[in-house]
């Protein structure tokens, strides 16, 4: 029998450990309220290593089943799920997850504290985060849109604290005509007394188990496509539990989040009211999107920060060539890519959340409110692709080990996929920037103004060169965002994501010379500065070839399958 062993990672605790979130955290809150939350951080950390852990885990061993029938026969449709998925809910409840963005304990730093806990919580909880982006983005909607009591009670359960009375919602978009494109919706609403009834099929329901959802469908008789379509509220179950005139068709089989039910509903005759008035239903549920595009970013980080921890760990654990891997060059120039790529993400989302906070509390200026609606979409179709990138590169780290199951390791990069996809995929959302843009033709040129600011509050002789860098590539967007909006619309689309990705790379470069500024006097002052460089350093802004020539090849190399050999 052969010694042969390895040894495996070991999760420290996820507050002390974390030199990014400690110090922005430091550069972020007011002092006063660091004193007090900091303590509850680092508790949260090191739940984060352990207890959550554990029931994350054992929710992925023991994904959620579907029963349709019970044992006489009767329709029951129940989705029975893990013991640890429902702890999960309760631990959610209790720390305030969702309840902390309203009750606002510290104006509008709450949601960056609320941000910071779910970041801790995140990738220990088995996805559970997804239930709570859905129930906080639907409690952003009924405080906003509420048209009666019943839609005030479903707010208050959405934001409690006590267990028994929380509740979760589901965002239920998408029907079988297309995720993305929901201006087909298909599901009808029939009035019934002061209520309504849909009929119809969602295709995709995440967290299925929630007490509520929020909805689309079309009154009968509205216009076709999006503007038709008016948001519903819908409560799932009856007292006995059971579905109201609901069916589950079928839990969906994922690549990744396998704790997370997910699955395809028939509503037949449920009851729904409407929210905020009638038609428009896409805009009224962009109030949902923005929370949960936020979430989706504040996951993907911190799904990029479990990846390193544990293949940073291991880095120092794991001897091979006669030395432990933090010694061998290559790997460490590897780690450390994943480390400034991470640096970048972070503090892109973190901006992101602040700016929801100033709006929210009705704090934000002008330029705060238009850049939220411009780098929502960024951060998330930015950050939901790297963290795939960095997941992949942390199993890589791991060598074979990152390919086997029972390490666990597999699912760092399951669950990442699924962040580039839901809540609108990188295209999708790359085109959303441009809606952003039509609809406030001046929004890069504050967004290169917002980066000017960063910059000019943050003269340090070592950061120059990269801020100099950063301040061109703004500029190059400004003349870069005037080409493509006055070209050809086709131009403007084929070149939507590589623009997309360029402002958040020049965001980010602002923020990270920033935030390395602020943090000058800590002893994490190397490394931030370091984590600017680097990414300052990077190509900002990718190659934007647009024309005909450039779609003439596009077509070819995308599209062409067949390459004759006889000319
Ligand atoms: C851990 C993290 C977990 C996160 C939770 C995951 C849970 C998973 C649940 C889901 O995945 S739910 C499905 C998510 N689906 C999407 O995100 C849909 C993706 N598709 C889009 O975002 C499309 O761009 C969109 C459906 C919005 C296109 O719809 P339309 O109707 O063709 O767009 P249109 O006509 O441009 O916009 C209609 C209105 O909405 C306009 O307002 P007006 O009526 O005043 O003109 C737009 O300005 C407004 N609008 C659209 N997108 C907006 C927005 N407003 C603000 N922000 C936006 N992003």
Same mark, same amino acid.
């Given at each position: 029998?052969?010694?042969?062993?390895?040894?495996?990672p070991?999760?420290?605790?996820?507050?002390?450990?974390?030199?990014?979130?400690?110090?922005?955290?430091r550069?972020?809150?007011?002092?006063?309220?660091l004193?007090?939350i900091?303590?509850?951080?680092?508790a949260l950390?090191?739940r984060?290593?352990?207890?959550?852990?554990?029931?994350?885990e054992?929710?992925?061993?023991?994904?959620?089943?579907?029963?349709s029938y019970?044992?006489?026969?009767s329709r029951?449709?129940?989705i029975?799920?893990s013991?640890a998925?429902?702890?999960?809910?309760r631990?959610s409840?209790?720390e305030?997850?969702?309840?902390?963005?309203?009750?606002?304990a510290?104006?509008?730093?709450?949601?960056?504290?609320?941000?910071?806990?779910?970041?801790?919580?995140?990738p220990?909880?088995a996805?559970?985060?997804?239930p709570?982006?859905?129930s906080?983005?639907?409690a952003?909607?009924?405080?906003l849109?509420?048209a009666?009591?019943r839609?005030?009670?479903?707010y208050?359960?959405?934001?409690?604290?006590d267990?028994?009375e929380?509740w979760t919602?589901?965002?239920?978009?998408?029907e079988?005509?297309?995720?993305?494109?929901?201006?087909g919706?298909?599901?009808?609403?029939?009035r019934?007394g002061?209520?309504?009834?849909?009929f119809g099929?969602?295709?995709?329901?995440s967290?299925?188990t929630s007490?509520?959802?929020l909805?689309l469908a079309?009154?009968?008789?509205a216009e076709?496509?999006s503007?038709?379509?008016?948001?519903?509220?819908?409560?799932l179950?009856?007292?006995a539990g059971?579905?109201?005139?609901?069916?589950?068709?079928?839990?969906?089989?994922?690549?990744?989040?396998?704790?997370?039910?997910?699955?395809?509903v028939?509503?037949?005759?449920t009851p729904?009211?409407v929210?905020?008035?009638?038609?428009?239903?896409v805009?009224?549920?962009?109030?949902?999107?923005?929370?949960t595009?936020?979430?989706n970013a504040?996951?993907?980080?911190?799904g990029?920060?479990?990846?390193?921890a544990?293949?940073?760990d291991?880095a120092?654990?794991?001897?091979a060539?006669?030395?432990p891997?933090?010694?061998?060059?290559?790997?460490?120039?590897t780690?450390?890519?994943?480390?400034?790529?991470?640096a970048?993400?972070?503090?892109?989302?973190?901006h992101?959340?602040?700016?929801?906070g100033?709006?929210?509390?009705?704090?934000a200026?002008?330029?705060?409110?238009?850049?939220l609606?411009?780098l929502?979409?960024?951060?998330?179709?930015?950050t939901?692709k790297?963290a795939v990138?960095?997941?992949?590169?942390?199993v890589?780290a791991f060598?074979g080990?990152g390919?086997?199951?029972?390490?666990?390791?597999p699912?760092?990069?399951?669950?990442?996929?699924v962040?580039?996809?839901w809540?609108?995929?990188?295209?999708?959302?790359?085109?959303?920037v441009?809606?952003?843009?039509d609809a406030? @033709? *001046?929004v890069?040129?504050?967004?290169c &103004? +917002?980066v000017? /600011?960063?910059?000019?509050? #943050?003269?340090?002789e070592?950061? %120059?060169?990269?801020?100099s860098?950063?301040?061109?590539a703004a500029?190059?967007?400004?003349?870069?965002?005037?080409?493509l909006?006055?070209?050809?619309p086709?131009?403007?689309?084929?070149?939507?994501r590589?623009?997309a990705?360029?402002?958040a790379?020049?965001? @980010? *470069?602002?923020?990270l010379i920033a935030? &390395? +500024?602020r943090s /000058?006097?800590l002893?994490v #002052?190397a490394?931030?500065?370091d %984590?600017a460089?680097?990414w300052?350093g990077r190509e900002l802004?990718?190659a934007?070839?647009?024309?005909?020539a450039?779609?003439?090849?596009?077509?070819?190399?995308?599209?062409?399958a067949?390459?004759?050999?006889?000319?």
């Amino acid at each position: 029998m052969s010694g042969f062993h390895q040894t495996p990672p070991v999760l420290a605790n996820q507050y002390r450990d974390d030199v990014l979130l400690r110090s922005y955290l430091r550069s972020a809150a007011p002092p006063a309220v660091l004193a007090e939350i900091e303590p509850e951080l680092l508790a949260l950390g090191g739940r984060a290593a352990a207890e959550w852990l554990a029931l994350a885990e054992q929710a992925e061993a023991e994904p959620p089943r579907l029963r349709s029938y019970d044992a006489w026969g009767s329709r029951i449709d129940r989705i029975e799920t893990s013991s640890a998925w429902r702890a999960l809910e309760r631990i959610s409840a209790v720390e305030g997850l969702v309840a902390r963005g309203y009750e606002r304990a510290y104006g509008p730093f709450s949601r960056v504290d609320q941000f910071a806990r779910l970041y801790l919580f995140s990738p220990s909880s088995a996805t559970y985060s997804c239930p709570l982006a859905m129930s906080d983005g639907a409690a952003r909607c009924l405080e906003l849109l509420a048209a009666d009591e019943r839609q005030r009670a479903a707010y208050r359960h959405l934001i409690s604290r006590d267990p028994a009375e929380f509740w979760t919602a589901g965002q239920w978009m998408t029907e079988r005509t297309g995720g993305s494109d929901v201006s087909g919706t298909s599901t009808i609403a029939k009035r019934d007394g002061a209520q309504h009834r849909l009929f119809g099929t969602k295709w995709f329901t995440s967290a299925t188990t929630s007490q509520m959802a929020l909805t689309l469908a079309r009154l009968e008789g509205a216009e076709a496509g999006s503007r038709g379509l008016s948001l519903f509220y819908l409560e799932l179950r009856d007292e006995a539990g059971r579905p109201r005139d609901m069916r589950v068709l079928r839990l969906k089989d994922k690549l990744g989040t396998r704790a997370l039910p997910t699955a395809e509903v028939e509503l037949d005759g449920t009851p729904a009211w409407v929210v905020g008035g009638e038609g428009h239903g896409v805009r009224k549920i962009a109030t949902v999107l923005t929370i949960t595009r936020g979430y989706n970013a504040m996951a993907s980080v911190a799904g990029m920060r479990r990846a390193i921890a544990l293949a940073r760990d291991y880095a120092r654990r794991r001897v091979a060539f006669g030395r432990p891997l933090s010694e061998h060059p290559l790997h460490v120039d590897t780690l450390a890519g994943m480390q400034v790529e991470l640096a970048g993400c972070f503090l892109l989302a973190f901006h992101v959340v602040e700016l929801l906070g100033l709006t929210e509390l009705g704090e934000a200026s002008d330029a705060d409110a238009r850049l939220l609606r411009l780098l929502t979409p960024v951060a998330k179709l930015y950050t939901g692709k790297q963290a795939v990138a960095v997941a992949s590169e942390a199993v890589e780290a791991f060598g074979g080990a990152g390919y086997i199951e029972d390490t666990g390791l597999p699912r760092l990069l399951r669950d990442a996929q699924v962040l580039s996809i839901w809540e609108g995929t990188t295209n999708v959302l790359s085109l959303d920037v441009w809606r952003a843009i039509d609809a406030d @033709a *001046g929004v890069i040129d504050e967004l290169c &103004a +917002h980066v000017n /600011r960063q910059l000019d509050a #943050a003269q340090s002789e070592d950061l %120059a060169d990269a801020a100099s860098r950063v301040r061109g590539a703004a500029r190059e967007l400004v003349q870069i965002s005037r080409r493509l909006a006055d070209g050809a619309p086709a131009d403007r689309e084929a070149a939507a994501r590589r623009f997309a990705f360029a402002i958040a790379r020049v965001t @980010a *470069g602002a923020l990270l010379i920033a935030h &390395a +500024h602020r943090s /000058r006097s800590l002893p994490v #002052a190397a490394h931030l500065a370091d %984590a600017a460089r680097r990414w300052s350093g990077r190509e900002l802004i990718p190659a934007l070839d647009t024309g005909d020539a450039h779609h003439a090849a596009s077509k070819r190399l995308g599209l062409d399958a067949d390459w004759p050999l006889v000319p």
